[in-house]
C-alpha cells in the first residue's frame, strides 16, 4: 500500500497575562497545503489550499510559518507523518496530537507549560464560600453506596488526567449492541472534550492530549466543583456553549476509581451532583439508556432530531484514560448525497475537487471541496457521490468521495439533499 507522507510543523502563542493560548500548524501534503489554527486544547480551524506545483505549496507553508515567528510564535514540532491513505483533517489532528515535541523546541515547550501552569490560577479566580458540610454529606452519600473512602496509591494526583477515547462502531454491528444488555447508550456531544480535575479543592482542566487548559473554560461554571476541598475528584464531560455536560466519573475521593465499571462510575457521578446541586445552567449530567427498547428509542430521536450520533458503553468496563477501548463505541450518523465537480485542481495529481448542486431556479451552490486523492482521474463534469459528517452553512463536513456516477447529470444533483443534514448541537 503506497505511503502518503506528509511534513507537518506546529507552532504555539501563550501569554498568561494576556489570557492568551494560540496555536498554528501548517501541513504540506503534494501540492496542498492545510493550515489547523485555534485556542490551544481545541481542534481549531482548518483551511486547505490547492498549488500548481509541490514547490510552490512548499514556499507558502515556510511563508505561513515564518509570519508567525515575527508575531511571537515559537516552534513546538517539525515532523514528518506517514498515512497509508489520504488524511483527512481530523486524521492530520490525531497524528500531530500524538507526536512529541521536537528535542530541538523543549526550551520553548518548557516554557508554554510554566505559562499554562501560571494561567489554570484563574480556573480558581472566582470568590467560592467553601461549606465542609457539602463535602460531607457528598461523602456520606457516596459511603452508602459503595463504602467508605479509601486512600489513594501513590502518584494518585499525577495520573487519568486524559479522557478515554471511542472507537467507532461498524454499522453490521450495531444491531448487536442495541440488543446486548451489557452495552447502554448516550447521545453523542459534539462540544469541546476535558477531563477536569479537582484536588483538594484546587480545579485543574486537561485537553485530550493531556495537557493543561484554561482556553473555552469559566471560572464561575467550574466554582461548584470546589466545594470537593478534600481528595481527588476526576470527571470526564465537554462543553457545549457555556454549560459543562458530565457524562463520566473517574475517580471519586478514594470512594471509587477508574477501574471501576461505568454503571457505578455513573452512579457515583448522579450522586455527587444530586448533592453539590450546581445551577443547570452551568453544569448538567447527561444520563443513559438501557435495554434494547429504550435504545432503539435514543436512535431513532438522535437521528430524527439530527443529532451527529450516539455513543454506546460497555456498563461493565472499566475507565482507560488516553486510550481507545472497546467499551466506548461512537455511532456517526453518515449521510451521503451526489454532487456536480466545478473545479478540479491544476497540479498533476489533482489533488482536490470542488463541488456543487443546484437550486430550483438552476443556480449553483457551492458545498466545498473534496480530496481526489486515491480515487483515479475524477475531472471537471463527473457527478460523485460523497459521503459526510454533517454541513456546516452549506458546507459538508469531512466530506469523502465512494464512487464517480456515470447514470446522473451535474444539473439533477439538487440542492434539496442538504435538508435536514445540519447537526442539532442543543442537548
Known amino acids: 500500500m503506497p505511503i502518503i507522507e506528509v511534513t507537518a510543523e506546529e507552532l504555539a502563542y501563550i501569554d498568561a497575562a494576556a489570557n492568551s493560548d494560540k496555536f498554528y500548524r501548517v501541513f504540506t501534503l503534494g501540492t496542498v497545503t492545510v493550515v489547523q489554527y485555534g485556542r490551544g486544547g481545541t481542534a481549531g480551524t ?21 509570519a508567525k515567528f515575527g508575531k511571537g510564535y515559537e516552534r513546538v514540532k517539525n515532523v514528518t507523518l506517514r498515512f497509508e491513505a489520504d488524511p483527512s483533517d481530523s486524521d492530520l489532528d490525531t497524528a500531530m496530537n500524538s507526536t512529541a515535541a521536537d528535542a530541538s523546541a523543549s526550551d520553548a515547550a518548557g516554557r508554554q507549560a510554566d505559562a499554562r501552569a501560571a494561567a489554570a ?21 457516596l459511603s452508602s453506596t459503595f463504602g467508605e473512602a479509601r486512600p489513594l496509591p ?7 488526567v486524559r479522557p478515554m477515547l471511542a472507537e467507532t462502531a461498524a454499522p453490521d454491528q450495531l444491531e448487536f449492541y442495541l440488543t446486548q444488555d451489557q452495552y447502554v447508550a448516550q447521545l453523542k456531544l459534539d462540544g469541546d472534550r476535558f477531563v477536569v480535575e479537582v484536588l483538594d479543592g484546587v480545579v485543574q482542566v486537561f485537553n485530550r492530549q493531556g495537557v493543561p487548559k484554561t482556553s473555552n473554560v469559566a471560572e464561575a461554571v467550574l466554582a461548584p466543583l470546589r466545594q470537593l476541598s478534600a481528595g481527588r475528584w476526576v470527571f470526564d464531560g465537554e462543553i457545549i456553549g457555556r454549560k459543562l455536560w458530565l457524562f463520566d466519573l473517574l475517580e471519586a475521593g478514594g470512594h471509587l476509581r477508574a477501574n471501576a465499571p461505568f454503571r457505578d462510575r455513573h452512579t457515583a457521578l448522579t450522586i455527587v451532583l444530586a448533592t453539590l446541586r450546581p445551577d443547570e445552567a452551568c453544569i448538567g449530567l447527561l444520563g443513559y439508556v438501557a435495554g434494547t427498547t429504550a435504545k432503539r428509542e435514543l436512535l431513532a430521536t438522535a437521528q430524527g432530531d439530527h443529532r451527529e450520533g450516539i455513543i454506546l458503553r460497555d456498563a461493565q468496563a472499566a475507565y482507560q484514560p488516553g486510550r ?16 456536480h465537480v466545478v473545479e478540479v485542481a491544476t497540479s498533476t495529481g489533482k489533488q482536490n475537487a470542488a463541488l456543487a448542486v443546484y437550486d430550483d431556479e438552476g443556480n449553483a451552490v457551492a458545498i466545498g471541496k473534496v480530496s481526489t486523492i486515491g480515487k483515479g482521474a ?37 440542492a434539496s439533499q442538504l435538508v435536514g443534514t445540519r447537526t442539532n448541537k442543543v442537548v
Open 46 to 66: 482548518f483551511k486547505r489550499t490547492t498549488f500548481a506545483t509541490a514547490e510552490l505549496a512548499a514556499a507558502a507553508a515556510a511563508k505561513q510559518a515564518n
Open 154 to 160: 501513590e502518584p494518585g494526583p499525577s495520573d487519568a
Open 378 to 414: 475524477v475531472k471537471v463534469g463527473d457527478v460523485v457521490e460523497v459521503r459526510f459528517l454533517y454541513t456546516v452553512g452549506d458546507r459538508l463536513f469531512q466530506p469523502r468521495i465512494v464512487r464517480v456516477r456515470t447514470d446522473k447529470a451535474g444539473s439533477e444533483c439538487s
Open 121 to 141: 490560577v484563574r480556573l480558581n479566580a472566582v470568590d467560592v464560600v467553601i461549606d465542609p458540610a457539602i463535602l460531607t454529606a457528598v461523602r456520606a452519600a
Open 324 to 339: 481507545r477501548s472497546r467499551g466506548l463505541l461512537r455511532v456517526k450518523f453518515l449521510r451521503e448525497l451526489d454532487a
